[in-house]
């Protein structure tokens, strides 16, 4: 397993807890088997999937840095990993010099002043439900009816789900992920398959905590809002979309777990 997925090879401890947690050996096999399909981004994998949306940007779509605003699709208070990428993307490689520090907008909020651009990109690392990245979508849209400014809005991630990306790209001119992701199970395993690996992984879960850092266990059964996903990437924080049972860190009976992820 380490071969695949060499990063591992530094959670050893973490692995062995996780493997022991399996009381059924159906239930190490399928921890086993996702672990082996995991989609685990390390430094110049990320760099890579950044390359991707600026080839999107400036190949695919034919864009200049006259032509667009790129934005980090956070509008809140807190933290997002949408602003690591859109800083990364100023360390692309762009084909024009045209491109500068003003092109990449922080945040959705600065985003509706760059309405004078004939195309907005917004950028984010996942695209989970596409909840999120819809609702995001709708507010800036919103927010540029009373500008008079109508301009073509794309989307661009580093990986998303297969119904997530669906689900979003009803609602822009198009979007692009650099990894399309699908179901850990249900699209991995034939008909006859699926139902009892899902009814062993809720099994696993009978034994998480019933709240943790973020929130009741229940909302994140077999990831939010059951995405099933199978995505995280080195030195990042794992989005909540991934199996509760590779990131939650409390036990039924209070005690911490030593993950193998962390989702804060």
């Not at 990063?7 to 062995?16: D, F, G, I, P, R």
């Not at 004939?118 to 995001?136: M, P, R, W, Y």
């Not at 997530?164 to 001119?173: L, N, P």
Request: glycine share 8%; proline share 2%.
């Amino acid at each position: 397993m380490t071969e695949k997925q060499p990063w591992l090879k530094e959670k050893q401890v973490q692995l062995s807890e996780l493997i022991d947690e399996c009381t059924q050996h159906e239930q190490q096999l399928l921890i086993c088997e996702l672990l082996q399909r995991f989609t685990f981004l390390d430094g110049p994998g990320f760099q890579a999937a950044i390359q991707g949306i600026a080839d999107y940007i400036q190949n695919d779509l034919g864009l200049s840095a006259a032509d667009c605003s790129i934005a980090a699709s956070e509008n809140g208070r807190y933290a997002d990993s949408s602003q690591l990428v859109v800083y990364s993307l100023k360390t692309a490689n762009w084909k024009s010099y045209d491109w500068n520090t003003t092109s990449f907008v922080s945040s959705l909020s600065e985003l509706v002043g760059s309405a004078a651009k004939n195309t907005l990109i917004i950028v984010d690392e996942f695209i989970g439900t596409g909840e999120t990245a819809e609702k995001k979508v709708k507010w800036i849209r919103d927010q540029l009816s009373s500008t008079g400014a109508n301009p073509k809005i794309y989307i661009a991630v580093v990986a998303g789900m297969e119904d997530g990306i669906k689900r979003v790209s009803a609602g822009v001119d198009g979007i692009f992920s650099a990894h399309k992701l699908q179901k850990g199970i249900s699209d991995a395993y034939t008909e006859a398959e699926v139902q009892p690996n899902i009814d062993a992984m809720k099994a696993l879960e009978t034994t998480l905590g019933a709240e943790g850092r973020r929130g009741k266990i229940g909302k994140h059964s077999l990831g939010y809002k059951g995405s099933e996903s199978l995505y995280s990437r080195a030195n990042g924080n794992t989005p909540n979309n991934v199996f509760p049972i590779f990131w939650w860190e409390v036990r039924k009976d209070g005690s911490l777990r030593a993950t193998v992820l962390t989702c804060i």
